[in-house]
């Protein structure tokens, strides 16, 4: 089975790792904040912030704006549910906008005529979360213009995005949002194995993510409520989570780092030919929006809703891993029992009856690509 994603891991990266489990330390040691570091660097933020995973990121995102109950948060009908769920761990109301059907992230047009209904109702969002879908930046520069006039705050959720660029700048940069979150998932960009990152240029939110990431404890006297009872003294100062990164994690995503200019290379070429293979072809390639340089996450293409499902088990049952990304959030089971109603984001509902995931990953060889693009020629051609 081709896979749609996986990790690349070469000699350098486990030599990275044996160093850390040669070392001291094995979890909270110098491999974290040297790979927050170099992340911070490469993306151009003043702070980054390394934790377990992504979904933790983005519930250290809305903790450290103060989200909380009676307060609400918006993200993209077509998301991962963490994007979601992060909303509901601190016990906000969630609610989704519908996408563009050009790039497949939140749709800004329905963004503002959304923002214009709840501020008459007196329901405006206290935090937005946009989502880079398969790598590709939203516009941010006028979701922070509608965020301005209507007073949320914004959360990218760029877990696709890491070395994408939006206006000739790279993803995570936070010129237009609060904070930025990375996944580094194995079928991301760069892995951990597991592991995430908020990026952001605030340095007060960057000590709030990192107080609660782990328990809300500090050991900076600086920060103590009381006198110090001896060198062991810590203190909590707030109820937080065991979120953190590990050395070892770290070790494995500095080392990968190292190589993310070659693996968003090769992703990039294999869209180009995916592009120039599917030309004449009775389905939609992805597009791109003029300000974005994509980061090709994923590939995805979208073919006839008749035949779409029938489409991706011939590929199945021929050996290519197709994947779907995403099923829309209203459509969970969880979600209609909070009272969701998929059929009020139309455009989601339309990109899910016609999406299928190709494979795309730095291990992907031309070889493979082109069986992926027979079997799909083939899988159409029957369906």
């Known amino acids: 089975m081709i896979p749609y ?3 690349s891991i070469d000699a350098a990266d486990i ?5 850390v489990l040669r070392s001291d330390f094995l979890t909270q040691g110098p491999a974290v904040p040297r790979f927050e570091d170099s992340i911070a660097s490469y993306c151009g933020a003043a702070h980054g912030v390394a934790v377990c995973n992504a979904t933790a990121a983005l519930h250290l995102a809305c903790l450290a704006l103060g989200l909380e109950p009676g307060d609400k948060l918006w993200t993209s009908a ?10 509901l761990y601190c016990g906000a109301e ?4 519908d996408i563009d059907p050009q790039t497949y992230n939140m749709s800004v047009e329905r963004l503002a005529a959304k923002l214009e209904q709840a501020e008459k109702a007196g329901q405006l969002p206290k935090v937005v979360i946009p989502v880079h879908l398969t790598g590709q930046s939203a516009e941010m520069r006028q979701i922070a213009e509608l965020a301005k006039r209507y007073g949320f705050r914004i959360i990218e959720d760029a877990s696709h995005a890491i070395g994408g ?6 993803v995570g940069d ?3 949002s609060d904070i930025s979150v990375f996944s580094f998932h194995p079928v991301k960009i760069i892995t951990t194995g597991e592991g995430g990152m908020a990026m952001t240029s605030d340095a007060e939110l960057a000590a709030r993510m990192r107080l609660l990431r782990s328990h809300g404890i500090t050991r900076d006297a600086s920060e103590f409520e009381h006198e110090p009872e001896g060198g062991w003294h810590y203190e909590q100062l707030d109820l937080g989570y065991n979120y953190r990164m590990t050395d070892i994690q770290a070790a494995l995503g500095t080392s990968q780092l190292t190589r993310i200019d070659e693996f968003i290379g090769h992703r990039r070429e294999l869209a180009r030919r995916y592009d120039e293979a599917f030309a004449g072809m009775p389905l939609v390639r992805p597009r791109q929006h003029a300000d974005t340089q994509s980061s090709w996450h994923l590939y995805v293409i979208r073919v006839d809703a008749a035949v779409r499902n029938q489409a991706y088990k011939r590929m199945r049952d021929a050996g290519v891993g197709v994947n779907l990304h995403y099923i829309p959030v209203p459509r969970q089971p969880y979600y209609r029992a909070l009272g969701f109603n998929p059929l009020l984001w139309p455009e989601a509902e339309r990109y899910y009856a016609e999406a299928i995931t190709l494979p795309l990953h730095p291990g992907l060889s031309e070889e493979q690509q082109d069986s992926v693009i027979v079997a ?3 899988a159409l051609a029957c369906a």
């Open 5 to 7: 994603g996986r990790q």
């Open 15 to 19: 030599d990275a790792v044996a160093e």
């Open 78 to 87: 077509i998301t991962f549910v963490a994007s979601a769920n992060c909303g």
């Open 94 to 97: 969630v609610d989704f906008v």
């Open 165 to 170: 660029q939006y206006e000739e700048q790279p």
């Open 174 to 176: 936070c010129r237009y």
């Open 376 to 378: 799909l020629t083939d």
